[in-house]
Structures are given as structure tokens and as C-alpha cells.
Antibody, heavy 120, light 110 residues
């Protein structure tokens, strides 16, 4: 049973880069069994898929965010990360790491979420 | 890739049934049998309730059921209980390893 824990700054200034990490326990980040990804939820609003990465390094991003998003993996720490550049207040949200098994087309595991506020 | 359309709110009395719709396009809901539904209580992470249009994960009561017709998927909750009060989100595969969510529906149990 995978467990996911998000971490990172809760406050980011406009135009800067938001950086979050998801620490994985109960499974290997190098496994071909999962797609590692991120989903966000602005306060009082709906969910938005940000993107995901496979163990091979292949990445898949929401077209609306693709120019600003990078998802990567750190195998030495069993973590994966999210970087979102040039943030504005519209990027204020709870960010969830969310993982799906490679043969599933839904999200099996979710972190508890972390609120990131974009403000000067 | 536009968000799927859900009603903002639905309500029902205990014991009744409610249905939440989720409308997309032929590029997402209509194109794949990969619609999932998530329940979210305030301050909590979403919980999977239905996957692959109509399948229930173990542990989800059979009061929850899903279906799809054309570009519209539906979640039906029968025998409403107080603990069903939550936000519900649909999600569809949209091709090229991408996903799109609905805007969410607030279910109120009267």
C-alpha cells in the first residue's frame, strides 16, 4: 500500500517558481507499476490534473500548464517533484500528489495535500 | 482540454436516490470507458468511488453506481445516508495519457 506525503513552501511570491516534493513509502519510485503525478485544487474550486511521470522518464502534462510545468523523479530519495514557474495568484491551490497503477486509468493513491499560496 | 460539466449542487433526503451528471465531449467521456468518480469531504483528499464508468473499488457500498451514455456519465447514489454529504468529482481519460476533471458537485443530504 503506497503512502504519499507532499512537502514544500506554503508561500511563494508571484513570478517565482513553485517547488513541491512527494515522498513515497510502501513502493519504489523506480517501479514500472506506477505513474507518479500531481493534481491541484484552488480554494473552493474543482480538481485540475497537472501531469505525471513514468519510471522511464516520460512525462505527460496538462496542455494548459505545459509551458510552466516540470515533473521529475529522484530515485535516491524515493521522491518525485513538481516545479511550476512564473506563478500568479491563480496558482494558489492545494496540491496533491496522486498516483495510478500503470494498468489503471484512475488515481489509486493520494497524498493529504499541501496548500501553496502565491502572494507577495 | 475543458473541464467536464457537472451540476454545482444536488440534494436529497435520507433514503432517497440522487444522480449526478458529468458531460464532456467525444474526446474524453464519449471516447473512452475510463470515467472515474471521487468523493471529497471538507479538508480531505478525494476518495475513489467508481472507476472504468461503473466499477466499484472494494469497500465502496453498492449504493454507489455509475453509468455512461454518449458524452455524459452519471453517478447514482441510492439509499442516501448522512455521511454521503460531500463534494463529488468526475474524471475522464482524455487521450495521450492526460486526464480532465469535472467542476465538482456538492451533495447535500437534507
Amino acid at each position: 500500500q503506497l503512502q504519499l506525503q507532499e512537502s514544500g513552501p506554503g508561500l511563494v511570491k508571484p513570478s517565482e517558481t513553485l517547488s513541491l516534493t512527494c515522498t513515497v513509502s510502501g513502493g519504489s519510485i523506480s517501479s514500472s507499476s506506477y505513474y507518479w503525478g500531481w493534481i491541484r485544487q484552488p480554494p473552493g474550486k474543482g480538481l485540475e490534473w497537472i501531469g505525471s511521470i513514468y519510471y522511464s522518464g516520460s512525462t505527460y502534462y496538462n496542455p494548459s500548464l505545459k509551458s510552466r510545468v516540470t515533473i521529475s523523479v529522484d530515485t535516491s530519495k524515493n521522491q518525485f517533484s513538481l516545479k511550476l514557474s512564473s506563478v500568479t495568484a491563480a496558482d494558489t491551490a492545494v496540491y496533491y500528489c496522486a498516483v495510478r497503477r500503470s494498468h489503471h486509468v484512475f488515481f489509486d493513491y493520494w497524498g493529504q495535500g499541501t496548500l501553496v499560496t502565491v502572494s507577495s | 482540454q475543458s473541464a467536464l460539466t457537472q451540476p454545482r449542487s444536488v440534494s436529497g433526503s435520507p433514503g432517497q436516490s440522487v444522480t449526478i451528471s458529468c458531460t464532456g465531449t467525444s474526446s474524453d467521456v464519449g471516447g473512452y470507458n475510463y470515467v472515474s468518480w471521487y468523493q471529497q469531504h471538507p479538508g480531505k483528499a478525494p476518495k475513489l468511488m467508481i472507476y472504468d464508468v461503473s466499477k466499484r473499488p472494494s469497500g465502496v457500498p453498492d449504493r454507489f453506481s455509475g453509468s455512461k451514455s454518449g458524452n455524459t456519465a452519471s453517478l447514482t447514489i441510492s439509499g442516501l445516508q448522512a455521511e454521503d454529504e460531500a463534494d463529488y468529482y468526475c474524471c475522464s481519460y482524455a487521450g495521450s495519457y492526460s486526464f480532465v476533471f469535472g467542476g465538482g458537485t456538492k451533495l447535500t443530504v437534507l
